[in-house]
């Protein structure tokens, strides 16, 4: 285990405390300052989308500068701006402009970290590496729910208003925010000692590597139809809303839902540098689907926990996998090749939330939830049958 990946690590272990501590809320937070579904939807297309789609070009500045470390300290502190905003203002542009901030600093940080982590350990423990990270990110979004969890037990009563609630859980998660963005600071950039190109050549040289490769391509374009399916998770949680599940069981359930990440992330990872990395990441897609399948059925607590179980299984086996599966077939344009990838995401899941929050509002929740279904189903088959 090398340093920097343990340097990292921790950043994404206290970042992740600090989102996840609000994340369950946000929609429900929206909604209490007049949002609808649609524009929940499009607030989130974007947010998600932007964290995406900046990462082609952070991922291109970073190999063409070959710096990574700057440019994830700068994604970093955005993500903490974003979330000062969300405290400060409760008008529905200015909270929206917060959440895309944070957003933004995703999507700038995202690809030279993933690219800092590959170039961190030697090729045959990239699985295990991008493995762990996830696991140290999703350990700590379990233990920020947890932190929401006591928060609400101790903290409030049946009588304090939602809104009041939600803004206390934004102040206190700006602390492990500021503290993962310090970390960053020790981190050390890997020494790559590659010639300077030209943004010609460049470009040149990175599309090159990109068509040499048509199972990356064909990855690419099923990753694509996957994301489509792949809608705000804030639907969810209106969902749970909705059939009156409260706060604190909302919490819990997403508990179990990074509890389940975490058990899953690390051993996938591993599993992946043994077994072809295509059959764990249909096989998340294949839960995916099952899990949106059963999301209209949520009526109580129990099957709250179910689904989030579901959901947690899904991201714990693909997320990281894919990122390997990526690595794979990248040489010199690792951080350009994730940012594609993401851009691409990014792009399917605007369209996503969009679609979802009009088909919601049109057709009503359970027509959303079946519409994501098989679009995933779709997405994992093609993974499992048609990629090397």
């Known amino acids: 285990m090398t340093s920097n990946l343990v340097k990292l690590g921790f950043t994404s272990f206290f970042t992740d405390i600090s989102s996840e501590m609000i994340y369950p809320f946000l929609g429900i937070y929206f909604a209490t300052?007049?949002?609808?579904?649609?524009?929940?939807?499009?607030?989130?297309?974007i947010a998600e989308g932007l964290a995406y789609i900046l990462r082609v070009f952070s991922g291109f500045i970073s190999d063409f500068l070959q710096k990574r470390k700057s440019l994830t300290i700068v994604g970093y502190a955005l993500s903490t701006l974003g979330k000062i905003f969300l405290y400060i203002f409760d008008i529905i542009l200015l909270v929206s402009f917060g959440r895309w901030l944070d957003r933004i600093g995703k999507g700038?940080?995202?690809?030279?970290?993933?690219?800092?982590?590959?170039?961190?350990?030697?090729?045959?423990?990239?699985?295990?590496?991008?493995?762990?990270?996830?696991?140290?990110?999703?350990?700590?979004?379990?233990?920020?729910?947890?932190?929401?969890f006591f928060i609400l037990m101790y903290f409030f009563t049946e009588e304090s208003s939602k809104k009041e609630i939600l803004k206390s859980l934004i102040l206190f998660s700006i602390i492990p925010a500021i503290i993962g963005v310090l970390i960053l600071f020790f981190v050390n950039d890997v020494n790559r000692n590659k010639k300077q190109q030209s943004l010609k050549e460049f470009f040149s040289n990175g599309i090159t590597e990109l068509k040499q490769s048509k199972n990356l391509q064909l990855f690419l374009i099923f990753n694509f139809i996957f994301a489509l399916s792949n809608s705000s998770d804030q639907f969810i949680f209106l969902k749970a809303n909705e059939v009156n599940i409260s706060l604190k069981h909302i919490v819990l359930s997403y508990f179990c839902y990074n509890i389940t990440y975490v058990l899953f992330s690390y051993p996938s990872g591993k599993l992946s540098d043994k077994i072809p990395r295509k059959y764990l990441i249909g096989t998340g897609y294949f839960i995916y689907a099952l899990?949106?399948?059963?999301?209209?059925?949520?009526?109580s607590f129990y099957f709250l926990l179910f689904v989030f179980s579901l959901y947690g299984m899904f991201k714990g086996i693909s997320e990281g996998v894919e990122k390997a599966f990526i690595t794979d077939y990248s040489i010199n344009y690792k951080a350009s090749i994730l940012g594609l990838q993401s851009t691409?995401?990014?792009?399917?899941?605007?369209?996503?939330?969009?679609?979802?929050?009009?088909?919601?509002?049109?057709?009503?929740?359970?027509?959303?939830?079946?519409?994501?279904?098989?679009?995933?189903?779709?997405?994992?088959?093609?993974?499992?049958?048609?990629?090397?």
């Open 33 to 45: 300052i007049g949002a609808t579904p649609v524009i929940i939807g499009i607030i989130e297309g």
């Open 344 to 388: 691409l995401y990014g792009i399917a899941m605007i369209l996503a939330s969009s679609i979802g929050g009009f088909i919601w509002y049109q057709y009503g929740s359970s027509t959303m939830f079946y519409f994501d279904a098989v679009l995933a189903l779709i997405a994992a088959i093609c993974i499992i049958v048609i990629l090397k």
């Open 108 to 148: 700038i940080r995202n690809a030279p970290r993933d690219a800092l982590i590959s170039e961190s350990v030697p090729e045959e423990q990239k699985g295990k590496a991008f493995g762990f990270h996830r696991f140290m990110d999703t350990l700590g979004a379990a233990i920020g729910v947890l932190i929401s």
């Open 291 to 299: 899990t949106y399948f059963f999301i209209p059925f949520i009526s």
